[in-house]
């Protein structure tokens, strides 16, 4: 990869600039460095305004021709859009306009200048190329002042990154841009750009857990919860977390009024769950509000407002009634309204563990002087420091602002209780419930795990009831999710396993304390993982398709993972 060009528009004009050269504009000076660092090179644009500017471009271009072979890593917007490894000369599903009024806001189909169609595929935060031998890794150092964008056109073979900007109006200096580029093994050059950003992951054992979510949705009570605990204590498993998701709350947004399906109020569910030896956690959505809450009706001038002054939809939820609301973080009054909850939940209901939910809501129309990057950030660290030392699983969230600022974090999608969620696939949703989808995130997302965060796979599903997954979609599910990540949820009720479901969970656990060496793309959604387990090398080998693939002599079943003590002989 060689460096082409850097560009910079400000007040209208293209500014061309070269990296430790005097780059001294009219409006602006620019500070421009390239410097080798951990086996890689860093690029960092520092923007020092001498008069009132806008800012509407800024990106490096680099000359990347690729080896046949070569893919491409789509990281995703936030933490449930679709990402997984492409073919380069391959395309980025685009939503269809039915679906953009419903769901158009959850990933970046309303961010304009991205460039779609075949051979033209984008990154957020990081991305990497798969190459025959090594991977090349470009990934950004700080998502403080702003999102990054990464950009591949296969028929230029550019390579661009950029800074989602919008049109920032600048008076002060601003650190605009910071990346790295480095290439190695896939474990070496993740290990080098984490090394490079100076965030290193406290070491933290795997947690086994229960949610309400994935068996009971919203029609969930106090006893339901209760019940539950039970078969986490008989399996003898290490179960630590009772997370309590959506539907304990009246509406959406009404955080300080509780269903009467909890009679004991959360505090009184909270103490029992820890009399049973299990830490309480509790879903919230702290940055959205449903239409139909007490709050909207309150409270209309907390809503986060479009350019046309009306208050902003996020999206439709079936089960939350219908529309609902972003919160405008920077009100004095939504501040005030989540510090006094996060206070209750934490100091006096007792929880140790809250899952925030729909956080990608809260930077989609961000004032002028800040970017939507800047706003995540700064929303983030705002959850940080009013969950103090109780543990913070993020979910549905841009990953770069969650960077040493969460314990955990959601990686994928929700899974489905079928493998594909054929509506919303037609739809081309990369924010959809999708077992399949999810594992593909799982599967490209692996590295981040222990590194900026422990990954969140999400569920396994091993019931046979009010699901349709089949035993070996189910088998892989579990499979993934106890080497690929660091929480290992259900929300099954163990009462009801059977001999056989009980081994098969034990097993899994055991995978928990695994060590990953790399993970491979062999075929398109067949892929090797290479690991480590009590000093021994295994290899697992995982078939997403609804065909029987065959490597070497070995026949893999559709949706079956095989866990094997000697790699296949490929011939």
Not at 115 to 125: F, S
Not at 185 to 204: I, L, N, Y
Not at 274 to 292: L, M
Not at 426 to 453: M, Y
């Amino acid at each position: 990869m060689q460096f082409h060009a850097a560009i910079l528009e400000a007040n209208g004009q293209l500014l061309a600039l070269r990296p430790g050269k005097s780059n001294s504009f009219d409006d602006i000076y620019v500070d421009f460095q390239q410097v080798e660092e951990n086996g890689g090179t860093r690029w960092s644009i520092f923007l020092h305004p001498k008069t009132d500017v806008t800012i509407t471009r800024l990106e490096l271009q680099f000359a990347a021709p690729m080896p046949e072979g070569t893919r491409f890593f789509a990281n995703g917007y936030q933490s449930w859009s679709e990402s997984k490894l492409y073919e380069l000369t391959a395309n980025i599903p685009v939503m269809r306009s039915i679906a953009r009024p419903y769901m158009g806001r959850y990933g970046d189909e309303h961010i304009k200048g991205i460039a779609r169609g075949r051979g033209r595929l984008h990154a957020w935060t990081y991305t990497y190329f798969k190459k025959p031998g090594s991977t090349l890794l470009a990934g950004s150092l700080s998502e403080k002042t702003g999102f990054t964008l990464f950009e591949y056109n296969h028929s230029s073979q550019q390579f661009t990154v950029s800074k989602d900007l919008d049109k920032l109006q600048l008076a002060h200096s601003f650190p605009a841009l910071d990346v790295w580029i480095g290439e190695s093994t896939e474990s070496d050059v993740f290990d080098a750009w984490f090394q490079t950003m100076g965030h290193h992951q406290p070491k933290r054992p795997p947690a086994l857990g229960w949610t309400s979510w994935y068996r009971h949705f919203t029609q969930i009570s106090e006893q339901t919860v209760l019940e539950n605990t039970q078969g986490l204590i008989d399996s003898g498993l290490p179960f630590e977390y009772v997370q309590i998701d959506d539907g304990w709350q009246t509406h959406t947004g009404d955080w300080f009024s509780v269903k009467p399906e909890f009679p004991g109020g959360m505090a009184g569910v909270a103490s029992k769950i820890r009399q049973r030896g299990f830490k309480p956690g509790i879903w919230i959505a702290p940055f959205v509000a449903s239409a139909r809450s007490e709050l909207v009706r309150k409270h209309p001038e907390w809503l986060l407002k479009d350019k046309n002054g009306k208050p902003l939809r996020v999206g439709w939820n079936p089960m939350w009634g219908g529309w609902y609301h972003a919160l405008d973080f920077y009100h004095s009054g939504v501040r005030d309204y989540l510090s006094g909850l996060f206070h209750l939940a934490a100091d006096q209901w007792g929880f140790e563990l809250f899952k925030l939910d729909f956080l990608f809501a809260v930077c989609l129309a961000p004032p002028p002087g800040k970017t939507r990057g800047a706003v995540m950030w700064e929303a983030m660290e705002f959850l940080r420091n009013l969950a103090g030392n109780r543990k913070i699983l993020a979910c549905g969230v841009p990953l770069g602002a969650c960077f040493g600022l969460v314990d955990y974090c959601r990686i994928g999608g929700d899974v489905h209780m079928k493998w594909e969620h054929r509506l919303l696939a037609w739809l081309r949703f990369r924010e959809r419930v999708s077992t399949k989808a999810s594992l593909q995130s799982t599967l490209g997302r692996w590295q981040l795990n222990g590194r900026a965060f422990g990954n969140d796979p999400d569920v396994f599903i091993l019931r046979t009831d009010r699901q349709q997954l089949t035993e070996a979609q189910q088998h892989t599910v579990l499979t993934l999710n106890s080497l690929l990540g660091s929480l290992l949820f259900t929300s099954d009720d163990l009462k009801s396993y059977s001999a056989e479901q009980q081994t098969e969970l034990e097993s899994a656990v055991e995978l928990s304390n695994r060590r990953i060496w790399r993970v491979e793309m062999l075929q398109t959604d067949i892929y090797l993982i290479d690991f480590e387990l009590e000093g021994v090398r295994n290899f697992a080998y995982c078939n997403l398709t609804h065909k029987p693939i065959l490597l070497g002599d070995v026949k893999i079943l559709p949706f079956e993972t095989l866990l094997l003590s000697r790699p296949i002989a490929m011939g």
